[in-house]
Nanobody, 127 residues
Framework: QVQLVESGGGSVQAGGSLRLSCTAS?????MGWFRQVPGKERERIAVIYTGVGSSYMPSYADSVKGRFTISQDNAKNVVYLQMISLKPEDTAMYYC????????????????????WGQGTQVTVSS
C-alpha cells in the first residue's frame, strides 16, 4: 500500500506561481500529477521515474510544457510540481498518483498503471 498526501494548492493570480508537494508513504517506481475540472476528463500533466537507478525522463502534457516542472526528493519520498506562469485554465483539482511497479527501462507508465491516488489539492488561478 502507498499513501499519498498532497499539499501546496491555493489561489493565485494569473502569471503567478505555486509549488505542489506529494509525500509518499511507500516505495514507488513512478509518480505523476494529474488534474481534473468538474465535468471534464482527468488530464495527466507530469510523470517522473522514482525508482532505483534511471529510466525515462520526466514527461509533460503539452498544455504545461515549459511552465511546470516535476521533481523529486528521494530522501524524503516527496515529488514536487513547480508551476509558473499560471493561467486561469490551470484551475483544477490536482492529484498526485503513484505506480508501484517497474514497467521497463525507459517505459513511461500508462495512466491506468497509477493505482494509488492522493486526496487532491485545489489550484485556482484568477485573471
Amino acid at each position: 500500500q502507498v499513501q499519498l498526501v498532497e499539499s501546496g494548492g491555493g489561489s493565485v493570480q494569473a502569471g503567478g506561481s505555486l509549488r505542489l508537494s506529494c509525500t509518499a508513504s511507500g516505495s514507488t517506481y513512478s509518480m505523476g500529477w494529474f488534474r481534473q475540472v468538474p465535468g471534464k476528463e482527468r488530464e495527466r500533466i507530469a510523470v517522473i521515474y522514482t525508482g532505483v537507478g534511471s529510466s525515462y525522463m520526466p514527461s509533460y502534457a503539452d498544455s504545461v510544457k515549459g511552465r511546470f516542472t516535476i521533481s523529486q526528493d528521494n530522501a524524503k519520498n516527496v515529488v514536487y510540481l513547480q508551476m509558473i506562469s499560471l493561467k486561469p485554465e490551470d484551475t483544477a483539482m490536482y492529484y498526485c498518483a503513484a505506480d508501484r511497479f517497474y514497467r521497463g527501462y525507459r517505459t513511461i507508465p500508462r495512466t491506468d498503471h497509477f493505482d494509488f491516488w492522493g486526496q487532491g489539492t485545489q489550484v485556482t488561478v484568477s485573471s
